[in-house]
């Protein structure tokens, strides 16, 4: 049995190296790895003395030769590559173990591989012959293989041929998207994903699911400590999502989101974050219950012991005081959890019939000192601030939404609607008289004033919506009658 070991990781190569050889497999090795398997007193053949050619061009070309790649490719089961490699004295290769220049980690022209990936492809489409390894963690798994029945089965080679070619596809993608950077969005997209997460089921429970992680990047989830409580689903994880990314958005100061159907139901701005989540769960209560709860504060006991007593499926915060985290882990079926901020997302993405839609990611672009107060009437400084807090949580809500804000906290959501009238309805209904001398939000411009006089019926006195309707005078001019700041973005936040 002949090996080839040629690895950038060497995590392993010699304890590998020195299994093989006890085994009595002939090794061939190259560049630093020769080098580390000779310095540990292990017998290796370097890939010169195999291809009678030295390494040239800074070691751009080593094993890129028949002598290497028809030892790995010679079908076993035909006579006629037999006899052509003992007629050109080639050994047949029966294991490659390879991994790649780190490209991800270095993206460079010099780390793009060219050797590497030739020699793993060719074991892999070989594998009725040939083991392939990429991964260090598969060392112990074919040497245990070997001791046991002195070859490396079937199903363990077509695994690893599987991985290999996962390996090469992970690492073109990532030269590929290297190309790419600066491009909203390239001719070609390629993702290589691996299952981080089985879930306990899909959106329903007859639906399988699992949370996929990019393999070039890590994710806050990645990070993520989930201290008790059951396992995740797949709308927990969704709505958990929703809710950390809704918390982080509300600005520095502690807030509190709750989220249930990945709507918003709650959402509050405070000095402390015990009362943030008081006055985010007086937003609805009803709707809170069975809801996901994001704090953007480390949860204290007070924030603990408001939390307990309502049924909560996911806690998600920067982490617990100690009994804090006691108080929560009571609760059997509480998910408690921490983790680091959410990071910037690069793609949205949804699949549909053939193929997927791809969008950059929604962020609020223009900043309060980009709106224009298009009334009369302008904010206080107080205002401003729960006009900024509705604007920010109508970006987080289905459409058509109207969100209506007072002293920072969100009273009333109306989500999801077919008509914003509707939604302007259900917000001021939820808000039930709290709405008065606040702020409301629309998601989109109001087409005709009677969206404005729905949200003006629920007493509030500011206004912020993108503007951009051929009726925007009109709506203006209801405004102005009724005595309402109004605020243009200049940018809706459509969401579906």
């Not at 060392?139 to 070997?146: F, G, I």
């Not at 193929?355 to 400084?381: C, I």
């Not at 203006?476 to 005595?483: H, K, Y």
């Amino acid at each position: 049995m002949r090996a080839l070991l040629s690895v950038f990781d060497k995590t392993g190569i010699v304890d590998l190296a020195k299994s093989l050889s006890e085994l009595g497999c002939e090794l061939v090795s190259s560049g630093g790895t020769a080098r580390a398997i000779r310095e540990a007193g292990i017998e290796v053949l370097a890939v010169e003395e195999v291809t009678g050619s030295p390494e040239m061009l800074d070691g751009r070309v080593k094993t890129l030769h028949p002598h290497i790649h028809g030892g790995i490719l010679a079908d076993r089961s035909k006579e006629a590559h037999m006899d052509r490699l003992r007629e050109l004295d080639i050994a047949a290769i029966d294991l490659v173990v390879c991994n790649l220049y780190p490209f991800r980690s270095d993206p460079s022209v010099e780390q793009i591989d060219i050797g590497g990936p030739s020699m793993v492809r060719a074991a892999a489409k070989n594998h009725d012959a040939v083991a392939v390894i990429v991964n260090p963690s598969d060392y112990a798994v074919v040497v245990d293989e070997l001791r046991e029945t002195g070859v490396v089965g079937y199903a363990t080679r077509k695994r690893l041929a599987r991985d290999a070619y996962a390996h090469t596809a992970a690492y073109d993608a990532a030269i590929v998207r290297w190309f790419d950077e600066g491009d909203a969005l390239p001719p070609t997209l390629h993702f290589a994903l691996e299952r981080a997460q089985d879930l306990r089921y899909g959106e329903n429970p007859h639906q399988q699911g699992a949370r996929y992680r990019d393999i070039e990047h890590s994710s806050w989830w990645d990070s993520a400590v989930q201290h008790g409580g059951k396992a995740l689903s797949y709308l927990n994880l969704f709505d958990t999502e929703a809710a950390w990314r809704l918390a982080h958005s509300l600005g520095d100061r502690p807030a509190v989101a709750i989220i249930k159907h990945a709507n918003p139901c709650g959402a509050a701005i405070a000095d402390d974050i015990t009362m943030a989540y008081k006055r985010a769960h007086e937003c609805d209560s009803t709707s809170a219950f069975g809801g996901i709860v994001a704090a953007n504060r480390i949860v204290t006991v007070e924030m603990a012991q408001a939390l307990a007593p309502v049924f909560t499926e996911v806690v998600i915060s920067p982490g617990y005081e100690p009994e804090a985290r006691e108080i929560l882990l009571e609760k059997k079926n509480m998910r408690v959890m921490e983790g680091p901020p959410p990071s910037d997302l690069r793609w949205h993405i949804r699949s549909i019939d053939g193929g997927f839609l791809v969008q950059d990611q929604d962020k609020l672009m223009a900043q309060r000192s980009e709106w224009t107060v298009v009334t009369q009437a302008k904010p206080s400084d107080a205002q401003w601030d729960d006009i900024e807090m509705a604007w920010r949580v109508g970006a987080r809500v289905t459409s058509n939404c109207i969100v209506l804000v007072n002293d920072r906290q969100a009273v009333g959501i109306g989500a999801g609607q077919q008509s914003r009238i509707d939604a302007a309805a259900i917000a001021a209904t939820k808000a039930d008289g709290r709405a008065r001398g606040g702020a409301a939000a629309s998601d989109a411009f109001f087409p005709f004033r009677d969206g404005l006089d729905a949200v003006a019926d629920a007493g509030v006195a500011c206004v912020i919506q993108p503007g951009g309707s051929i009726r925007d005078q009109e709506v203006i001019d209801a405004a102005d009658e009724q005595g309402l700041v109004m605020v243009f973005t200049g940018e809706r936040h459509f969401k579906h």
